[in-house]
């Protein structure tokens, strides 16, 4: 399985962007998506997570109803659309994957990683 991040991007306080992750392989559907961020000189944190079924999210309290994380099983990707953006995300953003469990916070829970996005709030 591979992952592909894009979307990232410079944006002032208070706007938006959406980030965009497609994954090879024609069992997208089956699989766990998550995103988790790391900040220069801090540790990797989680973000959102999404479930197979689309019927379990998972929000991490920073991002609660600023963040958005949605996923096209027919378009074997997942998006995670940022609203009201503060400086304190600016981050590299990286999607995940999960094969079997649903332990969405748990970096280690993930089987595989895409090579991040820069996403960059300016004040």
């Known amino acids: 399985v591979q992952l592909q991040a894009s979307g990232g991007g410079l944006v002032q306080a208070g706007g938006s962007l959406r980030l965009s992750c497609g994954a090879s392989?024609?069992?997208?559907?089956?699989?766990?998506m998550g995103w988790f961020r790391q900040a220069p000189g801090k540790e990797r944190e989680f973000v959102a997570a999404i479930s197979r079924s689309i019927a379990i999210i998972d929000y991490a309290d920073s991002v609660k109803g600023r963040f958005t994380i949605s996923r096209d099983n027919a378009k074997n990707t997942v998006y995670l659309q940022m609203n009201s953006l503060k400086p304190e995300d600016t981050a590299v953003y990286y999607c995940?994957?999960?094969?079997?469990?649903?332990?969405?916070?748990?970096?280690?829970?993930?089987?595989?990683w895409g090579q991040g996005t820069q996403v960059t709030v300016s004040s």
């Open positions: 995940a994957l999960d094969l079997d469990s649903w332990a969405p916070r748990a970096g280690s829970a993930y089987h595989y």
């Open positions: 392989g024609r069992t997208f559907s089956r699989y766990i």
